[in-house]
Every structure is written in structure tokens, then in C-alpha cells.
């Protein structure tokens, strides 16, 4: 029973540990309606949660603050507040609501999920407001939008929203704030930071029309003492991939909430009589298990409510696009085809150069046919001889873009993104396409549909090279704004009906590496380009702020050519492989010029990584020790009886570092056998030989000394080292 009332005016939602107790609050004296959160934080019973069900005065208020709207589930901007509001509407030339309460509902959704409705109504206006609150039996996530509803009425008066945040969580007061997120640059993305929270508003967002490299939604708070693996951790994050915006306030007066929604800064949605308009999921979670319980809680909620098939273990793939670039030829890429299949590769993806005339960045975006010069006759044949080598094949496509040198932008120039006697700045010599436009919707949908079908595609990496610019709609008039919303709807709804109309295809999010990752995008697509970056090194810092959020079953990561095509560094092929395999593992290299030595090492590695792919796919992950990158270090995963631990170290002869690796999330009591790995060791006493056996609890209390950690060593050592239980 996730949702139980208390009163008639309160509930207390419970997930499996956590509890979250609402209440709207009515004001004697004005009638206004403000619900607010009353508790959220370890499990509680009905009895305990009763009694914190009604608010204490614990803030000082005075005739200039109004310290109490953070713990609203969503301040509004009207009465006497002055904080940032998560939800702003004007009526005709007046910007201000004032609700009341007109009702609740439990509803119970099926499959261990409930919902609450909370129903508010301007005390004025024609206006609606209903906050929904879910929460499932089996995850801490609990699920939070907003809609607004501009009712049917005569006066017709024109109600405009510029701001619909989907949900305000408070973080219970604590005698410290710290924030957890990531930031990020195009080839260095998800920079975790982690810093005290500064008293005022603290903003992460995007205004790109993407979610962006520069950072990405989501923020973990605690109280400054949470490490991997303790302490308690609130987290929210929007499941959106459109501009958003996540408010953090700190205030002086104490408290600190975050609200989280979608749009553009300023984004102006008119409502009609009888329109509505509802933001994204914004989810919160608490744990009290440290950062680590509070990943591994967000990977388990998109594996068992968001990802479109998380049974599945992703394949090895190949991608074309470091190893050619633009040169797509049916022998080049048989030639590849063939060594990558010999290596044990599944999937093979054509990228960027294959249609139009597309011998550069320059042209062809929006002329989605072969290359006339490079296919004469098709695809077919070279997808018909990559299939014969045994693998499924995926096309590389980015149908939001269209190039000023194309058929398509000749044919439609009113279909970008545009403004009035503005300019229409390209990026990356491309434009976007209005996907609000249902006509260009349907038209993507269309041709994406017939490639798939004409060509028994299995794969698309979608990808998005270059955020909105002078993003409006001419035609729409004052209705232009919609297109900050309805563009990532749409592109959600053309991988919504490909999926329908074809079961076995799986979809790649990537833009321009990862410029659009998030659990909106995940829903309905596979797995995530991270980043350009490559690079071995550079790629466990991006990973690891990538785990923070994400599993490692959505994680592409691939193996390229030493030195890296981005940073010029050069790594052993194994601390490559070791890398790429802590998600799932790609290659994207040019194979004609890796050695017989190298293939053969390569196709070794592919083996390994498939007998403990699931493990790392589909377990639990554990972030061990050390930065990632930077010193020794090593992430573990864990699934029924199998353990396998990656170990990293960059810095030979570095006296930096852990020196013993202390396994995690282990049955102390149980024996572990060493299956793989552990060879640099073998023979010597107390090593981590092939077959020895270890208690869990000498693995979690003392650990292992894994042979890339020894003190003395070349640069870029690592080890994959797996476990199976074999006794209790
Ligand atoms: C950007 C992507 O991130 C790359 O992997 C590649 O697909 C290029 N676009 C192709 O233009």
C-alpha cells in the first residue's frame, strides 16, 4: 500500500525505505491551499508518520520572508512569496495564482504503483492544478508531474504559463548542505562536482533544446558526511531531454529544496479553454546507503521503470565512424566487417557519410537516400554482406538536422527552426528542423520507417549535432514557445511508433556524444554515446560521473586506435578493452591497421567481456576506490553469485592510491573461487591465483592485491577480475 491517508488532507507515501508525508495546508484566514511535504526520509510507520504529519513552526518568519514556500510541493508564483517559483501563469496582463483545494484520488495504476492526485483550482480563474505523485512497491524513486488545466469558460481570457516545474522536494534540514551533479563540455562530459551548497539559488540547465553536455539533470544532496557507502543522500532528477531547468534554493532563513522541470527560461505556453499542459516525470530518492546505494537505487529504477528492454544483454557492437569518418564505401566497410566480425562482434553500425552526397559536414543533412556516387545500387549488398559475416546491422541518422546545402532545405525553408527578420545561424554547417511541425514529424517518422523496413535494419544511432538557435515558428505566432516542449515530444513520439512498428529495433541516443542522455531519452532508446572522447583515461572520469545516474547496460563505450584521435595519448590495447568493458563494449577502431598480435588479444578480450557481461550489464555496481583515471582505482559488479571487478591504474610507479582492493556487497559468511583474472599472481602464497577461494568477508575486510596495483609498473595497468560463489 505505497499511498495511505492520515487525514483528509494528508497521505504518507511509502516506498520500500523510504516514507514521504504530504499535507495541503489550507489557511485559515485567506482559504489558499499550499501543499506541502512534511517529511521525507528513512521508512516510517503509519503511527510515526501521523505524528509528523502536522507542521511545526521551525522557521522564523517575518513580514520579509516567507521562509515556508521551500517545503511546498510546488511554490507558486502569487500570494505573499518571493522565492523561485515552480509555477508562473498569467491572466490576461496579471502574473499571479492563488489556489484552493478542490479534492484528492488514490488511484491504484496496477503492478505495485499508486498515484495520488492532488486537485487545486485558482480561487479566481478558470485554472486547474493537479500534482501527481507516484510511488511503485518496488524502488525509493518516487515519480512527480504537474499539470495545468486551463478550464472550458466563456470569458476565453488568455491564461500563459512561463513556468511549469514539475515538482518542489524538499531536503530535510540538516546542519550542512553538500550537492553532488555534473558538468560538462562537448569530449568531457558528466564532470562530477561535488561542493558545499552555497546559501542563494543554485541553477543547472540546459537552454540548448537538448539536455546538453554542460549538465545534466539531476542533483544529490547530503549533509556533507555521505561517502560511497554510507550516509544519507536526497536526490531529483527530470526525465526530460528538451531545455529544463533544476532550482536548488538554499535560503538564508534555512531550508533547501529543488525544483526540477521542463522549458525554456521564460518558455510562454498559452492554454486555451479546455487545454492542458503536463511537465515530465521529476523524481526524487532518498537513501541512506551513500552515493553508491543511491546510483545503484536510480539503476535498478530505470531497469525495472524506464528502459524499453533491460533483460536484454547489449551487444558487442562495431561503429564506423573514428576508423572512416565521412569515407563510406561498401569495400571499406566490408573490409571492416570482416576483421570486426573475427574479433566476435554482434552489431555493426554504419555512421556518418553513407546518404546524400555527404562527403563532408558541409551538405546532404535532410536527404535521407544511399549516396548516389558511393551506392549506386542501394545498401543493400553491403548490409546483405555484413549480415552474412553473422551480424545485425544499424545505420547511423540524425533526422532533427537538416544542411543548408540539401534537397530537403530547397524544398522546405520554412521547416527550421526560425525566427522572424532573424537570422538563421548554422553549427556545424546544419540547421534544426521544426519537429513540432507535424508535418516534418511525419515526415521523419516516414522515412525512418521505410529504411527500417526496406533494409531490415536492427539499429539507429540517433544523433543530434547542434542545440536550438533563433528557435522560433513564425506561423504560430504568439504560440511560437511551444517549440521548446513540443520538439522533444515529437522526437519522443517518432522513436515511440519505430519501436512500436518494429519490435527489434534498438535505438542509440547520441548527440554529438552526450549531449542527450537522460531517463526521458531512455525510455525509448537502448543505450547512450557518453561522449566523443575516447580516450581510455579521460573516459573513466566521464564514466564514472556517467554511473552516477545511469547503468552500465546504457553506457556505449568503445575501443579505438592508440594514440587517441582526440587527445593523442597512447594506451596498451588491454587498459583500453579493460575501460570500454564497464559498460557495453564497442569497438571503433580502423581493424585493417591493429596487428595480427592486437586482433588476436582483441578477440580474447571479447570473449572475456561476454562470459561477464551480464554481470556487468545487469548487476550492481560498486565505484571501490581511488579517482577514476587520475590514481588506482576499480568498479565492481555483482550479480547472484558472480562478481567481476575492473581494476585501473594510469600511473605506474605512483605512490598515490589504495594498495589493497576491498571487494563490496559480498556474503561475508560465502567462499568466492576466482574464475577469471588474477594470472600475474599465480603461484605465489597470499596472491590472487586463478581457482583460490576467499571469504567474503576476507575480500570485503582485507581485500586482494590485484597485479595492476603493484607498487612497481608500467603506466596503464589493469586487471579483470571475476568471482564466483561457490559455498555458504
Ligand atoms: C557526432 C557523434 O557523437 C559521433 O560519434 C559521430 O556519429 C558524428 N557525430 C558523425 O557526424
Excluded at 571492416?336 to 546532404?364: H, M, N, Q, Y
Excluded at 567474503?696 to 595492476?708: N, T, Y
Excluded at 579483470?720 to 561457490?726: G, I, P, T
Aim: net charge negative.
Amino acid at each position: 500500500m505505497p499511498v495511505t491517508p492520515l487525514d483528509e488532507h494528508c497521505w504518507a507515501i511509502d516506498t520500500p525505505a523510504s516514507t514521504y508525508v504530504i499535507r495541503v495546508e489550507v489557511d485559515p484566514a485567506t482559504g489558499e491551499a499550499a501543499p506541502a511535504q512534511m517529511y521525507w526520509g528513512p521508512r516510517l510507520s503509519t503511527d510515526a508518520a501521523r505524528e509528523l504529519s502536522v507542521r511545526e513552526a521551525r522557521r522564523h518568519v517575518t513580514s520579509f520572508s516567507a521562509p515556508t514556500e521551500v517545503e511546498e510541493l510546488l511554490p507558486v508564483d502569487g500570494g505573499a512569496r518571493w522565492g523561485s517559483p515552480s509555477l508562473q501563469v498569467s491572466f490576461g496582463h496579471a502574473r499571479s495564482v492563488e489556489l484552493r483545494f478542490a479534492g484528492a484520488g488514490v488511484h491504484d495504476e496496477g503492478g505495485g504503483a499508486r498515484r495520488l492526485d492532488l486537485t487545486l483550482a485558482d480561487a479566481h480563474h478558470p485554472f486547474e492544478v493537479v500534482l501527481s505523485v507516484r510511488a511503485h512497491e518496488d524502488t525509493d524513486v518516487i515519480e512527480r508531474w504537474t499539470t495545468v488545466r486551463h478550464l472550458p469558460d466563456q470569458a476565453g481570457e488568455p491564461v500563459t504559463v512561463t513556468r511549469l516545474d514539475s515538482a518542489n522536494w524538499f531536503v530535510p534540514d540538516q546542519s550542512a548542505y553538500r550537492y553532488s551533479g555534473v558538468f560538462g563540455a562537448w569530449a568531457e562530459e558528466f564532470q562530477l562536482q561535488r561542493a558545499p551548497l552555497p546559501v542563494g539559488e543554485l541553477v543547472f540547465t540546459s537552454r540548448q533544446g537538448i539536455t546538453s553536455h554542460q549538465a545534466n539533470p539531476w542533483i544529490m544532496i547530503d549533509a556533507g558526511e555521505a561517502g560511497e557507502e554510507h550516509g544519507e543522500v536526497w536526490g531529483v532528477a527530470l526525465a526530460w531531454s528538451g531545455s529544463w531547468r533544476l532550482t536548488t534554493t538554499h535560503r538564508p532563513e534555512g531550508g533547501v529544496s529543488v525544483s526540477a522541470g521542463f522549458g525554456h527560461d521564460g518558455v510562454r505556453w498559452t492554454l486555451e479553454p479546455g487545454q492542458e499542459l503536463t511537465g515530465p516525470p521529476a523524481l526524487g530518492l532518498y537513501s541512506s546507503g551513500g552515493f553508491g546505494a543511491a546510483s545503484r537505487a536510480w539503476h535498478e529504477y530505470a531497469r525495472r521503470h524506464v528502459l524499453p528492454t533491460p533483460g536484454e544483454e547489449r551487444p558487442v557492437l562495431y561503429n564506423s565512424w573514428e576508423a572512416t569518418t565521412f569515407a563510406v564505401t561498401e569495400s571499406g566497410q566490408l573490409a571492416l566487417a570482416k576483421t570486426a566480425a573475427s574479433l566476435g562482434v554482434e552489431l555493426f553500425v554504419i555512421d556518418d557519410g553513407w546518404f546524400g552526397v555527404r562527403d563532408d559536414d558541409t551538405t546532404s543533412l535532410g536527404d535521407w537516400w544511399p549516396h548516389r556516387e558511393r551506392f549506386p545500387a542501394g545498401l543493400r549488398g553491403m548490409l546483405d554482406g555484413i549480415r552474412d559475416l553473422g551480424m545485425r546491422v544499424g545505420l547511423w541518422v540524425e533526422p532533427e538536422m537538416v544542411s543548408a546545402d540539401s534537397d530537403l532545405y530547397r524544398a522546405h525553408p520554412d521547416w527550421i527552426l526560425h525566427l522572424e527578420n532573424r537570422r538563421r545561424d548554422e553549427k556545424r554547417n546544419q540547421l534544426v528542423l521544426n519537429f513540432a511541425r507535424q508535418d516534418v514529424r511525419d515526415w521523419a517518422l516516414d522515412w525512418l520507417d521505410r529504411l527500417v523496413t526496406e533494409l531490415g535494419l536492427d539499429y539507429f544511432k540517433w544523433d543530434m549535432n547542434r542545440p536550438f538557435t533563433q528557435a522560433g515558428w513564425p506561423e504560430q505566432g504568439a504560440a511560437q514557445d511551444r517549440v521548446w516542449i513540443e520538439h522533444t515530444r515529437n522526437v519522443y513520439h517518432v522513436m515511440d511508433r519505430l519501436r512500436e512498428r518494429h519490435p527489434g529495433l534498438r535505438i542509440e541516443s547520441c548527440s554529438g556524444g552526450g549531449g542527450r542522455v537522460d531517463l526521458g531519452i531512455l525510455r525509448r532508446t537502448d543505450e547512450v554515446w557518453p561522449s566523443d572522447n575516447t580516450d581510455a583515461k579521460d573516459r573513466q572520469q566521464i564514466q564514472d560521473g556517467f554511473s552516477q545516474l545511469y547503468p552500465a547496460s546504457t553506457m556505449s563505450a568503445w575501443v579505438t586506435d592508440s594514440p587517441n584521435v582526440t587527445t593523442g595519448r597512447a594506451m596498451p590495447l588491454r587498459y583500453r578493452f579493460h575501460v570500454a568493458m564497464a559498460g557495453v563494449l564497442g569497438i571503433g577502431g580502423d581493424l585493417p591497421e591493429w596487428s595480427p598480435e592486437e586482433l588476436s588479444e582483441a578477440a580474447d578480450l571479447i570473449a572475456q567481456y561476454k562470459s561477464v557481461r551480464r554481470v556487468i550489464q545487469h548487476g550492481a555496481q560498486f565505484r571501490l576506490a581511488g579517482t577514476p583515471g587520475q590514481e588506482r582505482s576499480a568498479v565492481q559488479y555483482v550479480l547472484d553469485d558472480q562478481v567481476v571487478a575492473l581494476v585501473y591504474n594510469p600511473l605506474g610507479n605512483a605512490k598515490r592510491g589504495p594498495r589493497r582492493l576491498r571487494l563490496t556487497g559480498l556474503d561475508p559468511d560465502a567462499l568466492y573461487e576466482v574464475v577469471l583474472g588474477g594470472d600475474a599472481g599465480e603461484g605465489r602464497p597470499g596472491r590472487l591465483a586463478h581457482g583460490s577461494r576467499w571469504h567474503g568477508s576476507a575480500l570485503m575486510a582485507a581485500g586482494i592485491r590485484p597485479a595492476a596495483w603493484e607498487p612497481i609498473g608500467a603506466d596503464y595497468r589493469s586487471d579483470l577480475v571475476a568471482f564466483r560463489r561457490v559455498s555458504r
